[in-house]
């Protein structure tokens, strides 16, 4: 069975201390993966597509990358406004989501 | 820069009543979707729609249905609610079904059925 794990369910940060949220999956003909951030109240806002392994992208304080069997976004020295909820997606003939990581960071 | 735009953004229903929740898109996206959201669960598929004029089910259709009324709005119909349909329902866009380009996602509607 299809399956993406994401975790920690939950981390809290201070402000400035870096660290690694992990998307694990297990899929069968993995076209890609996605990671959104979603904020309280909101939709999910799209972040990132990696496409295969080695890859890797970056968007200000955020860098995904991606190996054959998890995907990581690691957030260097992250700030209050960088807390949300993380969701990893993966695509195949259709795209799977995992419950994503709550992020805080504390001032 | 309205993207994706769902109406109403909270409801409250009686078990049994019925209602329909809409989506507009303006990105001129073939392809729309929707989801719902439930804690401890993570976004499931309720159903999708290709191209205008095509729906498919998705991982959760039961109890829903939808309706491609042209090539912006994508709308979805609850004919008579359960509790268990108490949720956040995000619709959702990209340019085409299966490529690989991210989802624009709207703010989502919080429905609650008593």
């Known amino acids: 069975e299809d399956q993406v794990t994401q975790s920690p369910e939950a981390l809290r940060l201070q402000e400035g201390e870096s660290s690694s949220l992990n998307c694990s999956y297990t899929v069968s003909g993995l076209r890609g993966l996605f990671w959104y951030r979603q904020d309280p109240g909101k939709g999910p806002e799209f972040l990132f597509t990696?496409?295969?392994a080695g890859e890797e992208k970056e968007k200000e304080r955020l860098k995904a990358t991606l190996t054959k069997k998890e995907s990581f976004l690691h957030i260097t020295a992250p700030k209050p406004e960088d807390s949300a909820t993380y969701l990893c997606?993966?695509?195949?003939?259709?795209?799977?989501f995992g419950k994503g990581t709550r992020l805080h960071i504390l001032p | 820069n309205a993207g994706v735009t769902q109406t109403p953004k909270f409801q409250v229903l009686k078990t049994g009543q019925s209602m329909t929740l809409q989506c507009a898109q303006d990105m001129n996206h073939n392809s729309m979707y929707w989801y719902r959201q439930d804690p401890g669960m993570g976004l499931r598929l309720i159903y999708y729609?290709?191209?205008?004029?095509?729906?498919d089910k998705g991982e959760v259709p039961n109890g829903y249905n939808v309706s491609r009324l042209n090539k912006r709005e994508f709308s979805l119909r609850l004919e008579s609610a359960a509790p268990s349909q108490t949720s956040v329902y995000f619709c959702a866009s990209n340019p085409e079904q299966g490529a690989d380009y991210g989802y624009t996602f709207g703010s989502g509607t919080r429905l609650t059925v008593v």
């Open positions: 729609s290709a191209s205008e004029g095509t729906t």
């Open positions: 990696l496409y295969s």
């Open positions: 997606a993966v695509i195949r003939d259709k795209i799977i």
